[in-house]
């Protein structure tokens, strides 16, 4: 009979899955008495008796059951040597008719603690509790979990599990991805320590100052951000719109990494904290009176409970709010408000000691009450987790219960009272539970005072519209400080989507306008008859600068009188065809061209730039085929024929007339059949076969860069800064680990490529393949490596016939930090910053959008 055993400690009894589960639904439950059942099982070659084992055991006189106890107690070297003639054996985490989680533990002798490698074998919701829970296990029971899979002779020699892709402890394989409906609700860089967490909440009427100050906070931030906006059910849609995010998600990711989440509140809860305030207060100090005014205090139950900062709509940050997060923190207290500008006392809050009296607060010392410091809570940062700890919403909602019931008598104002008396009435020798950062984070007033002088509210931290003169608002004051950040909204906040689909529409504006210049004004007769004397010559693309017009066949372009050629003048420059040849003519290139002619290099170094271009097969993040049309690749073009560089383009159905109009000296097009490799290729993957087969068939290019044809173009020409030995990656601004859309790549590699991409360190960032170079040998290399592991049979989507491959990403960065460790670089001067639609950079090579 095979043997069963059980891992350490004697808490774990003895059962059969299937018994067990059999008397829980007896019981009239569903689920076991621990969140982990685990099972050692031998395996014999034949299933039918693993199963048999299994029955055997649960049946077991309570004698043998003992005796398997003890066994289980036993250290994982003696049990090795128990079964050292067994082949393999492996232990499951059991939780449903199937395995959850595969656990290995490599076995090497004389180890005093083990190292475990978890594999997730089935998506569920118990996952991350199983592993949570195996975590804890595993350091309490020494390791008795573990799966060997070959002989146990050879596996239990000394660094038989030395494997380098095996993480060094325990890491949960539950990475954050993007949903089924493509939201991305978890921030690229979710586990970053220096998170910063920043919240505003807001009615309709204030969305213009919420805008603009997220995007103050954005341009002064350095940390990683998450934003979180509280509003009102009836507003979601609206403030979605306005920050971008799908009606059917919760958040978003801009272009610059930032997280964007909009919460509906339940103004149910939040009524019971909204105090009375009297119609003159309000006409003085505006809808102070709103729930989302009084959302503040319970932020706990909607967002982690971690260190926040919160800001009110009329607010513009001039510095950075990490600050304020890093003091809180080392204070070990709740809350830290921001000291007064002015000598603003609580008296002038509270309406005196009788009224408080009056309305059941009872404090030790009503003068010392009185006199402390009424802090604006338009600024503060709080400790979410000690704030639920101490119960400190329900202590303002009593406050506020006190204050209504007494027909609003005890305080002057809306949400500000209630927070600080929270704070200051406490039990006598009970400690300050808050901390004062410094004045400039809160240069309130800017709302009703018209006689402050900017340039000295320019030094201060942050900005506050305290008052009805909001910026946004006709009669606001000081609106020269707060426009640039509203302005600056769309650049700083644009989403991934959006930034694509705006960049996208853009260019089809771009291209509308340049065709309309083209074609709006008809020709005259001396046009039309100076194009019939010169019948070979056409324009391309014009190249002229807006202010100095446009080329005219005739006035500005023509053919030479002495036959051949072309003449331009005028501020007339561009792009022509000249008796069948790519011509280039006017400005600096001269006024008198010959057919061909075109700008030579400021440097050379055997430069090739590989690019691609295929229409027959959708692209899978666009969900469309690629548009033909010369637009589609005209900027690459241009920055290519004037920097005097060459590219070779691929490609596998393109008009004709489009390749024998443009092909010239330095752009050639190569046809391709996309069915020499497996057809599962995405556009993006399949392309490196067909650049390492022209690399290797051409030893004349000795420095290769490789780039996306529609989101890259040329701005200087690499060949001064390449160096030898090196390969030009580019780099991204967002982190690698636990980015969604990077993990979901991983994931669907799986194996060793998903072990490592979750140890990767927190500030690894993004490494892309729209732009990589380098000498020959290096790019050799790297292609070689490139097709080996996107043909890896061990990924695991190979194992899927009819699923799309698309995993170059992934590819590219594991082969890159695992392989070219130290002989890599990024970022500039090889390209501009991702996503941040560097378009008039000068000094970078390339620019990336």
Not at 454 to 464: A, D, G, I
Request: glycine letters at 8%; charged letters at 25%.
């Amino acid at each position: 009979m095979p043997m069963m055993l059980l891992p350490a400690p004697a808490a774990f009894e003895c059962f059969c899955g299937a018994a067990r589960q059999q008397r829980a639904r007896n019981a009239g439950r569903t689920s076991f008495s621990r969140p982990l059942d685990l099972v050692l099982r031998r395996r014999s070659g034949m299933a039918a008796k693993r199963s048999a084992a299994s029955s055997t055991a649960c049946g077991l006189h309570w004698v043998t059951r003992w005796v398997l106890l003890v066994l289980g107690v036993m250290t994982l070297w003696q049990l090795a040597l128990l079964l050292q003639r067994q082949s393999t054996m492996s232990a499951f985490v059991v939780g449903q008719s199937r395995p959850l989680l595969e656990v290995s533990v490599p076995l090497t002798p004389g180890l005093d603690t083990f190292k475990a490698v978890a594999r997730e074998i089935g998506a569920t919701s118990e996952s991350a509790a199983a592993l949570t829970q195996l975590a804890q296990d595993m350091k309490q029971d020494r390791g008795m979990i573990f799966q060997a899979t070959g002989p146990l002779d050879d596996l239990l020699k000394p660094g038989a599990f030395a494997a380098p892709e095996a993480p060094a402890a325990i890491t949960a394989p539950i990475v954050p991805v993007v949903d089924d409906k493509n939201c991305l609700n978890v921030h690229p860089n979710a586990d970053s320590p220096d998170m910063l967490h920043v919240v505003w909440a807001s009615d309709i009427s204030q969305v213009e100052g919420v805008m603009a100050s997220v995007a103050s906070v954005v341009a002064s931030t350095t940390a990683p951000l998450t934003v979180h906006i509280l509003v009102q059910e009836k507003w979601v849609k609206d403030f979605k719109e306005r920050f971008g995010v799908h009606p059917e998600c919760q958040g978003t990711v801009t272009v610059g990494g930032v997280l964007i989440r909009i919460y509906a509140i339940d103004g149910k809860q939040i009524q019971r904290a909204v105090a009375k305030v009297s119609q003159s207060v309000l006409k003085q100090r505006g809808s102070i009176d709103t729930p989302e005014n009084f959302a503040r205090f319970y932020m706990h139950l909607l967002l982690e409970k971690t260190i926040v900062i919160y800001l009110d709509a009329d607010t513009i940050v001039q510095a950075d709010l990490a600050q304020l997060q890093k003091q809180l923190k080392a204070s070990g207290k709740t809350i830290g408000f921001v000291n007064r500008h002015g000598n603003v006392k609580i008296d002038m809050f509270v309406r005196n000691k009788k009224a408080l009296k009056m309305c059941g607060l009872h404090a030790p010392d009503y003068r010392k009450l009185l006199g402390m410091t009424a802090y604006n809570v338009g600024v503060y940062a709080v400790d979410l987790q000690r704030w639920s700890d101490k119960q400190m919403a329900r202590r303002v909602e009593e406050l506020v219960a006190q204050h209504n019931a007494c027909g609003g008598e005890m305080w002057i104002g809306g949400s500000q009272p209630p927070l600080l008396l929270a704070f200051f009435v406490r039990p006598v020798g009970e400690p300050e539970d808050f901390i004062v950062f410094d004045k400039a984070w809160n240069a309130g007033d800017l709302g009703w005072r018209d006689n402050l002088k900017e340039k000295t509210l320019r030094t201060n931290y942050v900005l506050h519209w305290n008052g009805n003169m909001k910026p946004w608002n006709d009669n606001g004051l000081y609106v020269s400080l707060w426009r640039p950040h509203r302005d600056s909204f769309s650049t700083l906040m644009r989403p991934y989507d959006a930034g694509r689909e705006n960049l996208a529409a853009a260019g089809k504006d771009d291209a509308k306008e340049k065709k309309k210049r083209k074609s709006t004004t008809s020709m005259s007769p001396s046009m039309i008859a100076a194009q019939a004397k010169c019948p070979g010559v056409a324009l391309l693309d014009d190249w002229t600068p807006e202010k100095d017009g446009r080329c005219e066949i005739g006035t500005s372009y023509g053919c030479s009188d002495a036959g051949g050629g072309i003449w331009a003048k005028g501020g007339c420059v561009g792009l022509f065809n000249v008796d069948g040849k790519v011509t280039t003519c006017g400005g600096q290139y001269t006024g008198q061209c010959s057919p061909g002619s075109l700008p030579q290099p400021a440097a050379k170094c055997g430069i090739m730039i590989l690019t691609s271009y295929f229409t027959t097969r959708t692209d899978w993040q666009r969900k469309k085929k690629a548009r033909v049309g010369f637009e589609k690749i005209e900027k690459l073009y241009r920055g290519i024929v004037q920097l005097g560089l060459n590219v070779t383009m691929i490609y596998d159905d393109l008009p004709e007339e489009l390749i024998k109009t443009y092909t010239c000296d330095r752009f050639h097009f190569e046809q391709v059949n996309l069915n020499d490799f497996d057809r599962r290729y995405g556009v993006n993957d399949v392309r490196y076969y067909f650049f390492e087969r022209l690399v290797r068939a051409n030893a004349e290019w000795k420095t290769i860069f490789i780039i996306d044809a529609f989101d890259v173009h040329v701005a200087m020409n690499p060949c001064h800064g390449v160096k030898d030995g090196m390969l030009y990656i580019g780099t991204e601004l967002d982190n690698l680990r636990k980015h969604p859309w990077m993990a979901a790549r991983f994931k669907k590699m799986g194996g060793k490529y998903l072990l490592w991409f979750m140890k990767v360190q927190p500030k690894v960032k993004i490494l892309n393949c729209g732009l990589t170079g380098g000498r020959r040998e290096m790019m050799l290399q790297l292609l070689k490596r490139m097709c080996e592991v996107l043909k890896d049979p061990a990924i695991k989507i190979m194992q899927k016939k009819d699923e799309e491959i698309n995993l170059n990403m992934a590819a590219l960065n594991y082969i890159i930090y695992n392989e070219f460790a130290g002989k890599f670089a990024g970022n500039a001067p090889m390209h501009s910053k991702y996503k941040r639609y560097e378009r008039s950079r000068t000094d970078v090579w390339f620019i990336h959008k």
